[in-house]
Each structure stands twice: as C-alpha cells, then as structure tokens.
T-cell receptor
Framework: DTGVSQDPRHKITKRGQNVTFRCDPISEHNRLYWYRQTLGQGPEFLTYFQNEAQLEKSRLLSDRFSAERPKGSFSTLEIQRTEQGDSAMYLC?????????????FGPGTRLTVT | AQTVTQSQPEMSVQEAETVTLSCTYDTSESDYYLFWYKQPPSRQMILVIRQEAYKQQNATENRFSVNFQKAAKSFSLKISDSQLGDAAMYFC?????????????FGKGTLLTVNP
C-alpha cells in the first residue's frame, strides 16, 4: 500500500451540477477525514469516519454535501448543485484509531473548479 | 475553540542558510500535539515534525527543529542548511489528543521561497 489516493485529481464542472470524489485510505487505517482547502488558506475540517460511521460533521458541510464510507474502506464525498464557492481543493486523510489519530496521512487532493 | 495563527504569509531564505517560521496557537487544553506540515506546489501534504505538549524537549528531525514555548503558546520551525527542495507552503497544525474531536486545526500557512 503506497498511501492515501484520491480520484479524480482535477474536476471542472458547471454551476448546478453534482460531483462525486473518491478517497482510498491506507488499508489498515480505520479513521478517514475530509478537509477543504481554499486558495491562501490552510485545510479546514469537514467530516470524519471511524470505520463506516460518520462521527462528526463541521458546520462547513452544508446539506448539499454528503459523505459516505459504506464498508469502512473507501469514502465518497458528493456535492449537489455545485456553487462557485465550492471551488477548492478537497483533501482526504486517514489514520489509525485511538491516540494514534493525530498521525494523519494526506492524499494528493481533488481540485474542484466550478464555472 | 482552538486557533492557530501563522503571522508570516511569505518568507524567503538563501540556500544553505537558516530560516525560522513562526506559529502561535490558542487552547485551554493541556494534552495536545503540534505539527508542521509541508505542502510542495501541486503535491500532497507531508508531515515534517511533531511535538507532544507534555514533552519539554524540543523535537528535531534532521535539519528541522522546533522551539516549543508552551506557556507562550508558541511553536516555531527552524530549517537549517536550507535546500531548494524545502521550497513549499508550510502549515502549523494543532491536534487535541485529550478529547473526542479528532480533527487537525491548521494555520493559514507560510510560503517559503529558497533562493539559489
């Protein structure tokens, strides 16, 4: 296993369209996190999963956003009715559980551009 | 809520010289970790160095070291013998290890340029 992977790396969509991103974590990691990074800012937490359970969601995650991790392995992040303000880099990270949760490994990100 | 502040949007250093990046944070917790992450252009974020709050000794990783001042809530990164490959965005981050919130809180970053 070579690390966290994300697909696609880049996505250009028109306003109002739906998009879905995928994240494959490091195989033995049971925690998976989504962050959003806008230009000139550090990553901001969106949500995290422990196995298949979504345990916390940020206020940044509006009702147009939904994330799943159906079998506790890969995760998807869907944005419905995209808006220009959704343009950002979406980062996925994974970690072991417990006190090792601090050691989060990041994927390369999916850069979303909404036109 | 915890906050992380990086007051230097950009820094530059000559190759082979030393540079220090600043970070301050605010928390009421006693059990936490602090990190510096490096994000090269169009590449993924990687962990540079980690400091546990309960450890008084400053962390060191090869050319990278930190100056952790817990009372002042300051956590600076020193890069010695700077190399061209050190050029990147550097983020300071905080993790509350004593609670149930497992998120990292990041600063806005410092863009480091290394001049040959």
């Amino acid at each position: 296993d070579t690390g966290v992977s994300q697909d696609p790396r880049h996505k250009i969509t028109k306003r109002g369209q739906n998009v879905t991103f995928r994240c494959d974590p490091i195989s033995e990691h049971n925690r998976l996190y989504w962050y959003r990074q806008t230009l000139g800012q550090g990553p901001e937490f969106l949500t995290y999963f422990q196995n298949e359970a979504q345990l916390e969601k940020s206020r940044l995650l509006s009702d147009r956003f939904s994330a799943e991790r159906p079998k506790g392995s890969f995760s998807t992040l869907e944005i419905q009715r995209t808006e220009q303000g959704d343009s950002a880099m979406y980062l996925c990270a994974s970690s072991l559980g417990g006190r090792s949760s601090y050691e989060q490994y990041f994927g390369p990100g999916t850069r979303l551009t909404v036109t | 809520a915890q906050t992380v502040t990086q007051s230097q949007p950009e820094m530059s250093v000559q190759e082979a010289e030393t540079v220090t990046l600043s970070c301050t944070y605010d928390t009421s917790e006693s059990d936490y970790y602090l990190f510096w992450y490096k994000q090269p252009p169009s590449r993924q974020m990687i962990l540079v160095i980690r400091q546990e709050a309960y450890k008084q000794q400053n962390a060191t990783e090869n050319r990278f070291s930190v100056n952790f001042q817990k009372a002042a809530k300051s956590f600076s990164l020193k890069i010695s013998d700077s190399q061209l490959g050190d050029a990147a965005m550097y983020f300071c981050a905080y993790f509350d290890s004593g609670g149930s919130n497992y998120k990292l809180t990041f600063g806005k970053g410092t863009l480091l340029t290394v001049n040959p």
